[in-house]
């Protein structure tokens, strides 16, 4: 029976396998095609939110967030400048890993670890949306929300003992949000000198490991464990506030100069100067200046008809880099008509000089300063001068000997209560950053008046603008911290041809200076009093000695 059965399904697969295809070849000619109907289209808004999820399962930020801007060129340009980004990050990753495997070599029993083979692949990462912060610091801060589902061949290949290991990384996919911050910005390119990165939440990484053929990952409960120590590691070192900052430009090319100290001269007395005038005798002063700096150089009273004139007049300069700022002392002879004769010059530079402590100085004064011109060798007299450098109070921890070993960072400052401000000599530096918005009745060429105790200076005008961008600095020596004092800065415009009213007020506004003296520095903008919508941007800084 069971061969019966077996005969007779051959014979029935036999027939049938011919005649099903015979068949088949008649209907598929000689039938008729009906017409396709065309799909059944409706709406996005007549969708439900779970066919509108199958439909776009990932909206962009761009779409989900006002804040975050579409930025298609620039993945455009990322998607077109890939291939050159894949060799250069490739070729960073090999100089910063070969240091690291050389730590190993000898370990373990661990001959060798190379890359086999190192590329990104070809699909570059996306930037699904780019949300932009303004400050008030001189920075450009961004919030990029890239994805990365890329395709790499990267192969580590390692020598243990007598055997070769290799370990690819597979199926990389990154989610992350980091804020980049381009800090501070210097007129000089690529008109930023450091990159400052930070996460703003832990990334989703996603990956395969494959050693000797087979995913590792794929072992139970060793996935979850790679994936948290990951994440944590990387959150340990780079998520806010935690930042990584890659220097782009030199520091002393890109640092913004800011005051570190007053310098202390007193001018004693001068000997045996030249004589100048007719009746054998001059009428000396003497000019002292800081190297690098635009200021007006300081002078002393004319002592008429001296050559031996005793000043001990007391002067105070701001300093800004000790270690190279030189003490310029020029003594001139005062004439009524004419130009005053220069009777001879000396240069001090400050790096002689130690930190509170006072050197006096009794220097022959020269024609020229190069030491080697003849005209150095007649005699002009002398000049003595007594100085004391005093450094800022926050930067005096850096100094603990000669000034040639200074280096300058960012100081931070705490608020103190006015019982806790230290009484003493400081310097108020304001810096009047710009203005918006600033519009006159007339004319639109701003400039700022900047008006303290009776003091007053001016910014530069610029002409035919309502957003003027000034960047100028005004420092204040005082005796004591400015409490409970205010400083009173105007916007006016000026107009630049011939007319009775040339001049005329754009806003003012009166800033109290006790913030300042307890914070150590403000940085704002304030609203301009008598203007519709004009704003101007003041940073001001209090520095006690």
Known sequence: MGFLSTFLGIIGFGFGIPIGLLVGFFLFIYSDAKDVEDPVTRPLYELDSSALQDIIPEIPFWVKNPDYDRVDWLNKFISDMW??????ICSAIRTTAQPIFAEYIGKYHIKAIEFKNLSLGTLPPAIYGLKVYETNEKELVMEPAVRW???????LRLKVLSLEITVQLVDLQIFTLPRIVLKPLVPTFPCFSSIVLSLMEKPHLDFGINVLGGDVMSIPGLYRYVQETIKKQ?????????????PVLDASTAAIKKPVGILHVNVVRALKLLKKDILGTSDPYVKLSLSGERLPAKKTTVKKNNLNPEWNEKFKLIVKEPDTQVLQLEVYDWDKVGGHDRLGMQLVPLKLLTPYEAKEFKLDLLKHTNITNPQNQKKRGQIQVEMNFVPFREDSAKFSGPLNGYG????RFSRARDDEVEAGAGLLSVTVQGAEDVEGERHNNPYALVLFRGEQKKTKMIKRTRDPIWDEEFQFMLEEPPLHQKIHIEVKSKRTGISFRSKESLGHVEINLTDVVHNGRINEKYHLINSKNGVIHVEIRWKTV
Not at 149 to 155: D, E, S, W, Y
Not at 234 to 246: D, F, G, R, V
Request: hydrophobic fraction near 40%.
């Open 408 to 411: 300058r960072k960012e100081s």
């Open 149 to 155: 589902a890329g395709n790499p061949n990267i192969v």
């Open 234 to 246: 990387i959150a340990s070192l780079y998520l806010w506030p935690q930042t990584l900052e890659i």
């Open 83 to 88: 291939p050159y980004l894949d060799k250069a």
